[in-house]
């Protein structure tokens, strides 16, 4: 009896060591994995990702499937534009860590009064000042609509593997200063930053709304360009 008590024991032992050692902290496997390369497309010109329909599913849905509740803060640029951000830090999914960085959609005038109550106003860059939400407004941004996912992963991808998974891009944005060089897949509304010297950066948006991207990036590039 004390015999068949100890294999059982056993056996128990080495399954949780094999799942600690093949999965992340020992999570168990995601019977519905969301990986970055699986895009679905709906023909409509929007997209999902992550579990993720862009431009409808919101922050509370992506806290719920990320299971962290991130950090808001908003951003104000030297024009003017205020922006909402969410942040979350070394996340795993579906076995993969990762950053992500969402931009939700907001109306001006909601943004506007969301600044205004916010606290602890700082400047990150020369044209960039962060607000810290206030706390009665934490609820109501969780129902804002996600618009844009920035993807960090922690792993340094290369860029065979990278075509492996996602194709040949369509086209490709160079920044000469960086080194960065952004590969576009329009009909997935993505964006690769592959980075020499530091982490990739993934860009989801609608595939309707890549052309905004797009023009961004080149702007961007453009600047670089005339800098130097």
Same mark, same amino acid.
Do not use: C
């Given at each position: 009896m004390e015999k068949k008590i100890f294999l059982w024991v056993l056996s128990l032992t080495l399954v949780a060591l094999a799942l600690?050692?093949?999965?992340?902290?020992?999570?168990a496997p995601d019977p519905n994995?969301?990986?970055?390369?699986?895009?679905?497309?709906?023909?409509?010109?929007?997209?999902?990702?992550?579990? !993720?329909?862009?431009?409808?599913?919101?922050?509370?849905?992506? @806290?719920?499937i990320l299971r962290?509740? +991130?950090? #808001?803060?908003?951003?104000?640029?030297?024009?003017?534009?205020?922006?909402?951000?969410?942040?979350?830090?070394?996340?795993?999914?579906?076995?993969?860590k990762a950053d992500f960085v969402l931009v939700l959609e907001g109306n001006e005038e909601i943004l506007q009064q969301i600044h205004d109550r916010g606290s602890r106003i700082g400047r990150t860059t020369e044209i960039t000042r962060k607000v810290d939400i206030a706390s009665e407004d934490h609820l109501l941004v969780a129902t804002f609509p996600i618009k844009l996912i920035n993807y960090?992963?922690?792993?340094?991808?290369?860029?065979? !593997?990278?075509?492996?998974?996602?194709?040949?891009?369509?086209? @490709?944005?160079?920044?000469?200063?960086? +080194?960065? #060089?952004?590969?576009?897949?329009?009909?997935?509304?993505?964006?690769?930053?592959?980075n020499p010297e530091g982490k990739e950066i993934f860009q989801y948006v609608p595939p309707k709304e890549i052309d905004a991207l797009i023009d961004?990036?080149?702007?961007?590039?453009?600047?670089?360009?005339?800098?130097?």
């Open positions: 600690a050692l093949i999965l992340p902290g020992g999570r994995p969301k990986l970055p390369w699986d895009i679905k497309v709906d023909g409509a010109g929007g997209s999902e990702v992550f579990g !993720l329909k862009l431009g409808s599913s919101t922050l509370q849905e992506a @806290r719920d962290d509740p +991130g950090k #808001v803060s908003l951003f104000v640029t030297k024009a003017g534009k205020p922006e909402l951000e969410a942040y979350f830090e070394r996340i795993f999914l579906s076995g993969l960090i992963p922690h792993a340094n991808l290369e860029a065979e !593997l990278l075509s492996s998974r996602f194709g040949e891009p369509l086209q @490709r944005i160079p920044e000469a200063e960086t +080194g960065v #060089v952004h590969w576009i897949y329009p009909e997935m509304g993505l964006s690769i930053g592959l961004r990036l080149n702007e961007t590039a453009k600047k670089e360009r005339v800098i130097n």
